[in-house]
């Protein structure tokens, strides 16, 4: 089963695609994690990424993605994967194709995490995040068993600056406007399941879920 989450920022990718991992014995694979993880290893394409971030640069898409090339030679990902933070364009999921069809794989199923401004707003604007191991909190939903503290390594937690009203309005609006084309490219595919992501992640989960058994 190889199946991609897409939602915009605060939909709960992340969280679901831990919890599946869990759930269906996969590994859980995340653009983020595989950046840091180069770059701490200081492989070559870590260094490289390292030289763009210390500049204050975006890394570039072909950059990413010959990290997921090698991620994807790993042989825990045989059976499928849950990917989590790509594709974002529709560049990046014809290149992602493009990447799993030379390994002789391919998306199974494209669950878009459906979710309202509203929410997503009240979920950002309460999130903390961990200075240590990257692990997200909220101040409501999930609050830390110490407040300040994460539950993980003891880290100290704090709020991004860009996690306000304003700030998340307009990555939202940015994000609407990059995903559609995403959207219609999965569509066409008959890949694609959209989900409505305002519900308790519980029920979220058991949905997607409930879909994967149908693939």
Known sequence: ?????????????????????????LPHISTGDILRQNVKAG??????????????LLVPDDLVAS??????????????FILDGYPRTLSQAKTLDEILGRKKFAVDIVVYLNTSDEVIIKRLTGRLVCSKCGANFHKVNMPP???????????ELYQRSDD????????????????ASLIKYYEQ?????????????????????????KV
């Open 1 to 25: 089963m190889y199946l991609v989450l897409l939602g915009p920022p605060g939909a709960g990718k992340g969280t679901q695609a831990k919890r599946l991992a869990e759930r269906l014995n």
């Open 43 to 56: 492989t070559p394409l870590g260094k490289e990424a390292k030289g763009i971030m210390d500049k204050g």
């Open 67 to 80: 990290m997921l090339d090698q991620r994807f030679n790993n042989p825990d990902i045989k059976k499928g």
């Open 189 to 213: 595919q008959k890949k694609l399941h959209s989900l409505n992501a305002d519900l308790d992640a519980q029920e979220v989960l058991e949905q997607i879920i409930s879909l994967c058994a």
């Open 164 to 179: 306000n009203e304003i700030t998340v309005r307009k990555r939202l609006e940015v994000y609407k406007n990059e995903v």
């Open 145 to 155: 068993k110490v407040s300040g503290l994460c539950d993980n390594c003891n880290g």
